[in-house]
C-alpha cells in the first residue's frame, strides 16, 4: 500500500531544518554527465530524523530546461517521495507541490504545480528550494551552493 502524507506533513516536512553536508555547501555540486543532462544529489539529515535527497539536473544543451527535486525517505519502505520543480506542464517555471488530495486518488504525490516568477534560472530554483525547504549550509561555509 502507497504511503499517503497528510497536507500537515508535508508542510511538517518541508519546515523541518536540514543542513547540508560540510564541504558540500561551500563548493559547487559535483554535477555528472548523464545522457543529455548534468546530474547532482547530496543526502541531507533533517533535524526531527528524516532523511532526505537534494537532486539537481541540468540539460546539456537548454539552460532553461532543469530540476531541482527535494526527496524525503519513507523509513518503513525504503521508498523515496518527491517534490518536483520542472518546467514539463506549463509554459515557463513552476513548482510541483506533493498534496494529500493527489495521493488520495492515486496520483503522484507532487502532480499539482503552480506557475511562479520567484525564479527563472537553475541557481535561482536552487535557492527556491534552499528557502521554502529550509535546507542550511554547515557551519562556516560559504552562503551560496554554488
Not at 511538517?12 to 555528472?32: C, I, N, S
Not at 506542464?89 to 513548482?95: A, D, L, S, Y
Not at 535561482?124 to 521554502?132: I, S
Request: negative net charge; glycine residues 10%; contains cysteine.
Amino acid at each position: 500500500m502507497p504511503v499517503i502524507y497528510t497536507d500537515g506533513e508535508i508542510a511538517t516536512l518541508l519546515q523541518e531544518r536540514k543542513v547540508l553536508p560540510f564541504g558540500l555547501g561551500d563548493r559547487a555540486f559535483r554535477m555528472k554527465p548523464k545522457a543529455g543532462h548534468t546530474e547532482g544529489e547530496a543526502t541531507l539529515l533533517g533535524d526531527a530524523g528524516n532523511t532526505y535527497r537534494l537532486i539537481l539536473r541540468q540539460n546539456a544543451r537548454f539552460v532553461l530546461d532543469f530540476s531541482v527535486i527535494l526527496a524525503v525517505r519513507v523509513a518503513e519502505s525504503g521508498r523515496w517521495h518527491t517534490n518536483r520543480l520542472e518546467g514539463e506542464r506549463f509554459v515557463g517555471f513552476h513548482i510541483h507541490e506533493a498534496t494529500e488530495r493527489y495521493q488520495a486518488v492515486g496520483l503522484n504525490e507532487d502532480g499539482y504545480a503552480e506557475p511562479t516568477n520567484r525564479y527563472g534560472d537553475f541557481e535561482g530554483a536552487l535557492t527556491c528550494m534552499q528557502q521554502d525547504a529550509h535546507i542550511e549550509l554547515p557551519p562556516g561555509a560559504q552562503t551560496r551552493l554554488f
